[in-house]
């Protein structure tokens, strides 16, 4: 513990923002029962959150419901969902001996390092929100991403499935399962799941999404009707607040009007769809991470904005995808940026979407984004270029 | 009017392969040459994309893979204007004569520049074929590599337009910023 804190220290020194990866790499290399003994240390265990998306919103609407409970609740910040994060994660929050002040631990993981760590953890309850044909250059194909999340739910005590996604809801005939998703009459966008030409028996949901407008939903569960704020508008929002309200009913006695308080209170999730100020200029942060959410979050804009700024950092390490994306709403595109920016600049040609300049360094590209004036700036971003645009700006927490 | 269909676009299209279909109608529309995209698939048209598919796919349609033997055999044979890609291209390798036979080793995923010799082709691979990343007989291409293809290897895609009776060259302008755009992209890959 000692070690991998003076580590996180030093680069925190070094790199504001920076630090998670490598103290927990030491971490993990010098005392590989950290994270097991630091989960041991909560009486009501763990909590863990996978699936393709939505795990960041859903994790952090479970801790924030938990902890308006009064439940002490360890968690990994943003996006460290992998081995390594998770460690980091104890590191920081761990004291000196590894263990946490917590009365449960919630834990996002990543498909597959969760997956690979799920027999070490043991959860008391999964919630699995959905298989989408995402970072195909990792995982090859949505099918062993379905077969990751079945090991997760096959070593946890109960399991919440969205049972909407026909990928998970074959994993009812497994093993008992809860369900949430949208209620039968419900109008709007229905999300799109992997392709699976199975056509398992579907189940009884727990808690249903009624209905959404705007930022608002109706989410029915056994318990009653919750009329909720949602962290931004989408159908997948409401879904990831069902997840959670399932979780939550499965954990503690909360009541609906507690449940409805925390999330009008709730902050938008990291860089998912923010507002930020920079240099007295309102900002709007999108991030993007597969096809499904690039398509989403521009379904999310009006498609004028000016100045815009599309990022396409280096975790993307196949820009294929930026394919799938539809582009064609857009006329203009102020700044392409970060290390896929030119990849990302190839696609805009071929969807005739005017491009102003090309600035691959993040940092540099953030700088001339600043300069150009203009009503509405937004940027969409992949996570690294997020994460470099964010520390660049003096945003990262 | 040239005519180009692709199999099942909404499905075979795992790795964003359609993409290839944008890149050739953009081209033949810069080169203001009318084109037709037909559906349902045209195993006949002009020009035939079956692009990459999910493992589910591959099991679903396999009987009508199959049945598109015949007709792919003789677009083989003849060397007609065929495009192949990743899942489909590996299931052919087995089964259409003339493509080589499957060879597999570790999963690889990564860029690579590819070269028979005479055409080269550039773009994203994530397969356990060995060896296997370009097939050429006249304009009949089977391929490993995503990206789409023809968005980053000008020489397939000149391969495509040649034997499409294609002529009119690009608007100055646009050549230059797509071979700026994709020799920058190169540069930015591990091939690079």
Redesign the interface.
């Known amino acids: 513990m000692v070690l991998g804190k003076t580590a996180r220290f030093l680069l925190r020194r070094i790199r504001r923002g920076g630090g998670s990866a490598l103290p927990g790499t030491i971490a993990l290399k010098i005392q590989p029962k950290l994270l097991t003994r630091a989960i041991a240390s909560a009486p009501m265990g763990l909590i863990v959150v996978s699936g393709s998306a939505g795990k960041s919103t859903t994790t952090k609407v479970i801790v924030e419901l938990l902890r308006a409970n009064g439940l002490e609740v360890f968690t990994n910040p943003s996006t460290a969902n992998i081995r390594q994060g998770l460690y980091a994660a104890v590191l920081q929050f761990g004291n000196l001996r590894g263990k946490i002040k917590a009365d449960i631990v919630v834990l996002e993981l990543d498909e597959g390092h969760g997956a690979a760590l799920i027999s070490e953890l043991r959860p008391r309850l999964a919630v699995l929100t959905n298989v989408l044909?995402d970072q195909?250059?990792?995982f090859?194909?949505?099918?062993y991403v379905q077969q990751k999340l079945e090991r997760i739910a096959l070593a946890s005590d109960q399991v919440i499935i969205n049972a909407d996604d026909p990928n998970l809801l074959t994993l009812a005939s497994k093993r008992e399962v809860t369900g949430f998703g949208l209620g039968r009459g419900f109008e709007g966008e229905h999300p799109e799941y992997?392709?699976?030409?199975q056509k398992p028996d579907s189940i009884q949901k727990t808690t249903e999404v009624l209905r959404t407008e705007g930022i608002s939903a109706e989410i029915a569960s056994t318990k009653g009707s919750y009329f909720v704020k949602l962290p931004s508008a989408g159908t997948h929002q409401a879904l990831n607040i069902a997840a959670a309200i399932c979780a939550v009913e499965k954990t503690c006695d909360m009541s609906v009007e507690l449940v409805e308080d925390t999330l009008e209170k709730l902050p938008p999730v990291f860089a998912r769809d923010e507002k930020v100020t920079i240099a007295g200029r309102e900002v709007r942060l999108m991030l993007v991470q597969n096809?499904t959410s690039f398509n989403l979050n521009l379904e999310n804009i009006a498609g004028d904005e000016v100045p815009l700024m599309l990022m396409a950092g280096s975790d993307i390490?196949?820009?294929?995808?930026?394919?799938?994306v539809d582009f064609s709403k857009l006329k203009r595109v102020d700044i392409v940026g970060g290390?896929?920016?030119?990849?990302l600049?190839?696609?805009l040609?071929?969807?005739?979407v005017e491009i102003g300049e090309?600035i691959?360094n993040p940092a540099d590209a953030a700088d001339k984004f600043l300069t150009l004036s203009g009503e509405s700036p937004t940027i969409l971003f992949s996570a690294d270029a997020m994460r470099r645009t964010r520390r660049h700006l003096g945003l990262a927490k | 009017m040239i005519k180009i269909s692709s199999f099942e676009p909404a499905l075979f299209n795992r790795n964003a392969d359609q993409g290839n279909i944008r890149v050739l109608t953009k081209q033949l529309e810069w080169r203001g040459v009318s084109y037709s995209l037909v559906q349902p698939f045209d195993k006949d048209a002009d020009f035939v994309l079956i692009g990459d598919a999910y493992n589910a796919v591959i099991r679903e349609y396999q009987q009508e893979l199959m049945e598109l033997v015949p007709s792919l055999q003789r677009r083989l044979d003849l060397g007609l204007p065929t495009l192949l890609v990743g899942s489909v291209y590996e299931f052919y390798l087995e089964i259409l004569v003339g493509l080589p036979a499957a060879s597999k080793g570790s999963r690889q995923s990564e860029f690579r520049e590819v070269s028979n010799g005479e055409i080269s082709a550039f773009g994203y691979r994530n397969s356990e074929l060995i060896e296997l990343d370009l097939f050429v007989r006249g304009a009949f291409m089977g391929t490993t590599l995503y990206g789409p293809v023809l968005a980053k290897s000008p020489d397939l895609l000149d391969l495509v337009l040649r034997s499409l009776g294609v002529e009119n060259k690009l608007p100055e302008v646009v050549e230059k910023r797509l071979e700026g755009y994709l020799f920058e992209v190169k540069k930015a890959s591990n091939a690079g």
């Open positions: 044909p195909l250059d990792r090859v194909d949505p099918e992997a392709i699976n030409f096809p390490h196949d820009p294929s995808w930026l394919w799938g290390l896929n920016a030119y990849d600049a190839l696609v040609s071929y969807h005739e090309v691959q």
